[in-house]
């Protein structure tokens, strides 16, 4: 069972507690003809369910982690009754679509729905989790090799795999021993792919499967990593990437959004250009160079958040904590409302609302003498969000930046529509849960 087939059944299983739930409710409520009753709101409450699962959806309540009844599950559901009773209210209430006021029934449904929530995540945790459920999966790897494949996997409890063995690539009866383990997959790494013993052939016969471990991550942990890569990798991963149907669209749909978007927070950035004002000496707007798509500079605009003497002595990578940080310009980086100006390089096609970040050029030269294929996350537009942003804590460094292009390379292959509004929600995600710099 794959990640996204869980996930699924999570949303099948919290829309049944919803209409439970408010079964459950006008019962409570005493009704006299419920059933009636259900059916003349259903598409009011329908709508309003579908809500509650966005709103889940934007908190993480389908990340896996999330099954483990913790704090974490504690603070989220907190926000979520916060929230789904906020946004019910609004709905019944404030718009009133339907012509309906249900008021002791929505607090009815909400407070039925939630003790259901909780009892239906923990079982899906005991059963998700487990151990059983998990693909079993062999590592197949050179003498010479550390196993770290083996032990990112054997580190992750809520991936789909569960590593059953470790193998050389001279041992013996690796058929048998695949058989009597049940493993569906041979995960080979990249020096013993070159060079795979007749055996191999064997299991493909058997129906397991053989995959080398970079496409294994590209898959499983939707990262690319590309160091010790030839030419010849580089032309069969990425064969096509201009992708024009759909960069035309994005570029429409992100220019209109861009213009918008910066009219309805014009009240909110004259409010910051003040903060800036008087959070100390310097002009309210930082504008620096930052390379762009086909390593082409553009001049990035954002709200100061640091001294105006913060790059005096050159540029330096930005850290947690930074002392160069004022007080407003760190509540700014918290919020990321210091980056509202960029709206302006969107609208100017300079950047993308999705896309891998941009860099200073003094980094990039140097990122692309010490990190393989660094250059080819230019061959998008940079972003205000991306990937790497979603999936790696903030870092500042060159390790950093050598970890974050495995996941600006996958997306520079498999970006599309679907992609770009995962990243979109996901970063939203991150704002509604106060994750910010």
């Not at 409450?45 to 959806?57: A, C, K, N, Q």
């Not at 499967?209 to 496409?215: C, L, M, Q």
């Amino acid at each position: 069972m794959t990640n996204q087939h869980r996930k699924l059944i999570l949303a099948i299983g919290d829309v049944a507690l919803m209409y439970l739930a408010l079964t459950a409710a006008l019962w409570l409520r005493g009704v006299p003809e419920p059933v009636s009753y259900w059916q003349g709101q259903f598409w009011g409450f329908s709508l309003m369910h579908l809500i509650w699962l966005l709103v889940l959806y934007i908190d993480g309540f389908y990340s896996l982690k999330r099954l483990r009844l913790g704090l974490a599950f504690l603070q989220g559901l907190i926000r979520f009754s916060a929230f789904a009773g906020l946004l019910g209210a609004a709905f019944f209430y404030i718009f009133n679509v339907f012509g309906i006021t249900p008021k002791t029934v929505l607090l009815l449904h909400l407070l039925s729905f939630l003790p259901l929530f909780v009892l239906w995540r923990h079982l899906a945790g005991r059963i998700f989790l487990s151990r059983n459920l998990r693909r079993p999966v062999i590592i197949l790897q050179a003498e010479d090799e550390t196993g770290m494949l083996a032990d990112e996997l054997a580190a992750d409890p809520f991936g789909p795999f569960r590593v059953v063995a470790t193998c050389l690539l001279n041992q013996p009866g690796l058929l048998t021993l695949a058989k009597d383990l049940q493993a569906e997959t041979v995960v080979v790494s990249e020096k013993a792919w070159p060079r795979l013993p007749p055996e191999t052939y064997d299991l493909a016969m058997a129906g397991i499967r053989i995959v080398d471990s970079v496409t294994f991550n590209e898959e499983y942990q939707q990262r690319i990593r590309a160091e010790g890569q030839d030419l010849s990798w580089f032309l069969a991963g990425f064969p096509d990437i201009r992708k024009p149907e759909y960069e035309l669209a994005k570029r429409s749909v992100e220019a209109i959004g861009a213009l918008a978007t910066g009219l309805v927070l014009l009240p909110v950035s004259i409010l910051i250009a003040f903060g800036v004002r008087l959070s100390g000496p310097g002009p309210i707007l930082f504008v620096q160079e930052r390379i762009g798509r086909h390593g082409r500079p553009f001049r990035l605009v954002k709200f100061r958040s640091m001294t105006a003497d913060a790059e005096n002595d050159g540029p330096r990578w930005a850290e947690k904590g930074d002392l160069r940080v004022t007080g407003f310009g760190r509540f700014l980086r918290h919020t990321h409302l210091d980056e509202i100006p960029q709206l302006w390089n969107v609208l100017r096609g300079e950047m993308s609302l999705i896309g891998p970040r941009p860099e200073q050029p003094a980094f990039v030269e140097e990122l692309k003498r010490q990190i393989p294929y660094y250059g080819l996350r230019h061959l998008v537009r940079p972003g205000l969000s991306g990937w790497a942003q979603i999936n790696y804590p903030y870092g500042a460094s060159i390790r950093d930046a050598a970890e974050k292009l495995t996941y600006d390379l996958w997306y520079v292959k498999h970006r599309s529509t679907a992609v770009d509004l995962k990243i979109a929600l996901k970063t939203v995600a991150m704002l509604f849960r106060g994750e910010g710099r």
